[in-house]
C-alpha cells in the first residue's frame, strides 16, 4: 500500500485570490455590456429587439419612423413611434435605451393629464395594440406559407424528374416497336 494520498493538495492561496480576481472582473465586464446603453438612432433591429418590452412590430414602426430623420429628444420618439407612450418610453429607457444618448425623464412640459383616460382613448390605445400584434402575426404567417411554397414547389420538380426519368427509357423502349408493327 502506499503511504501517499492519491490525490495531493498543495494550497496555493495567491493563485486562488489571482483567479478570484480575474473572476470577478470578467463578472464585471459582463454585467457592463448587459446593461450598456443602445442608442434609438443607431441600433440595429436585434439590439432594439433585445430591449425588454419592444418587440418585432415596435422595432419595425422605430425603424421606418428612423429612416424619415432621427429622433431628437424621448419627446420626439414617443410622438412619432405609436404604440409608445410615457410608461412604455421609461420602461424602454430603463432597460437602456436612449434617445441621442440621454435616458427618459418623463414628459417634458406637457399639459397636466387627467388622473384617468376616457374610455374612447384606452379603446384607442387598444386598438392600436392589438393592429400591431395582427400586423407581426400576418407578417410572421406570410413568410412562413411563403417558405412552405418554395419547399413545396421545390419538392414537385423534383417529383416530375424523377417521373419524367422512369417514364422516359419505357417510351423510348416502345418507340422501336411500334414502328415494326406499322411495317
Do not use: C
Amino acid at each position: 500500500m502506499h503511504d501517499e494520498p492519491l490525490i495531493q493538495f498543495n494550497p496555493n492561496f495567491e493563485e486562488f485570490f489571482m483567479f478570484k480576481k480575474l473572476l470577478a472582473f470578467f463578472a464585471a465586464m459582463f454585467l457592463v455590456a448587459a446593461f450598456a446603453a443602445v442608442d434609438v438612432n443607431k441600433a440595429t433591429e436585434a439590439e432594439l429587439d433585445g430591449i425588454k418590452g419592444i418587440g418585432p412590430v415596435t422595432t419595425k414602426l422605430i425603424i421606418s419612423e428612423r429612416k424619415k430623420g432621427e429622433f431628437k429628444s424621448w419627446d420626439d420618439f414617443v410622438t412619432r413611434v405609436k404604440g409608445v407612450g410615457d410608461k412604455n418610453a421609461a420602461k424602454f429607457s430603463a432597460e437602456g435605451l436612449t434617445v441621442s444618448g440621454a435616458t427618459y425623464q418623463g414628459p417634458s412640459a406637457a399639459p397636466a393629464k387627467k388622473a384617468n383616460k376616457p374610455l374612447t382613448e384606452k379603446a384607442k390605445d387598444a386598438a392600436v395594440t392589438t393592429k400591431d400584434a395582427v400586423k407581426g402575426a400576418a407578417i410572421s404567417t406570410k413568410d412562413a406559407v411563403k417558405g412552405a411554397a418554395v419547399g413545396t414547389k421545390d419538392a414537385v420538380k423534383e417529383t416530375a424528374k424523377d417521373v419524367k426519368t422512369a417514364v422516359t427509357p419505357k417510351a423510348d423502349a416502345a418507340k422501336p416497336a411500334a414502328s415494326a408493327a406499322k411495317k
